[in-house]
């Protein structure tokens, strides 16, 4: 394994406080609190998750497995959280190895591809980009955002239809005046200029609610209904996210909460779905296939991580 080379570090030039004050570096997309998706066009959720088609048992070295993102070839790229090093796993074999050194030691906890690029995240906030390719100098460029302290961001993924990088925190967060705990926020980083961050979606777990008085009897959610409080801070706090390669949308996933909420590209819920503890531990990994297969992965938790497999239906 190579040593990380030497990284190029960018500070934003700008003051958080003063920027959210003049309104020349973040914006929020409107999106109206609450806003579900009409019975008419939610169309059905397209995945059974009770019954993966396939699971592949990771190595030791992929116990804390925290993220995971689609290579060009179809090969899954997987990162834990312990080291700044990207792992190739074969879908064909599930043989699994290393590719990429990109950092030394590190809470790393989400991955995703741009093209011929890759992006890994850190819990801090901090970016890598590198090409998909091995070699001694993967890493060209690493951002350091003036993004909130104690986010825990953890999830990250790639929205081709507004070519940006999606990150979010596990923790409510606010970029000017006071977090609340009944919303979590999602940033957005240009690809042409990642340091140009603005506010992407403010998910309103009121929205979950409002679902679940309407469709939890329907889609066996009762129990979810009973017990989810959108004031709480731990009724979700997502651990993944990816977007969907056909219809567009936003799936992100909290290991914390064990839910699975599906956005449209506007911000509206479109289906909500509670995850198994037995089948699902301790998930923190997504992404799909360029078929529309979902992937997601847990931490060993006790035993071996694992990725389960989920095709159309």
């Not at 834990?80 to 090093?85: A, L, P, R």
């Not at 469709?215 to 959610?221: G, P």
């Not at 509206?268 to 531990?281: K, T």
Request: glycine content about 8%.
């Amino acid at each position: 394994m190579t040593k990380a080379p030497v990284l190029l570090i960018f500070s934003l030039c700008f003051s958080l406080i003063a920027s959210c004050q003049t309104g020349d570096k973040q914006t929020t997309t409107p999106i109206p609190d609450g806003q579900i998706v009409a019975d008419s066009l939610r169309g059905v959720f397209p995945y059974h998750l009770d019954n993966p088609s396939r699971s592949y048992e990771l190595p030791t070295e992929l116990i804390e497995i925290s993220g995971m993102a689609l290579a060009s070839d179809g090969a899954l790229l997987l990162v834990q959280d312990e080291v700044g090093i990207v792992f190739r796993l074969e879908p064909l074999t599930g043989a699994v190895a290393p590719f990429i050194r990109f950092a030394g030691d590190g809470d790393f906890e989400g991955i995703t591809r741009a093209g011929d690029s890759i992006w890994a995240l850190r819990s801090d906030g901090k970016l890598y980009r590198f090409m998909a390719q091995a070699s001694e100098d993967a890493v060209d460029l690493k951002w350091e955002p003036a993004i909130p302290d104690g986010g825990d961001y953890e999830s990250m993924t790639f929205q081709p239809c507004c070519d940006r990088i999606l990150v979010a925190g596990k923790e409510p967060i606010s970029l000017q005046g006071p977090a609340h705990d009944r919303y979590r926020t999602i940033l957005a980083f240009p690809i042409a200029n990642p340091d140009q961050f603005s506010i992407a979606y403010q998910l309103d777990l009121k929205a979950v609610s409002d679902y679940l008085d309407q469709y939890a009897t329907a889609e066996n959610l009762s129990a979810l209904k009973s017990s989810f409080d959108p004031s709480k801070k731990s009724s979700f706090k997502p651990s993944a996210m990816a977007v969907h390669p056909q219809s567009g949308d936003l799936y992100v996933l909290a290991s914390v909460g064990k839910l699975l909420l599906v956005y449209t590209e506007d911000g509206a819920l479109r289906h909500v779905r509670s995850l198994r503890e037995d089948l699902f531990p301790q998930p923190e990994g997504m992404c799909f296939g360029s078929d529309g297969t979902l992937y997601i992965s847990h931490e060993g938790k006790g035993g071996k991580g694992r990725i389960h497999v989920f095709p159309t239906d």
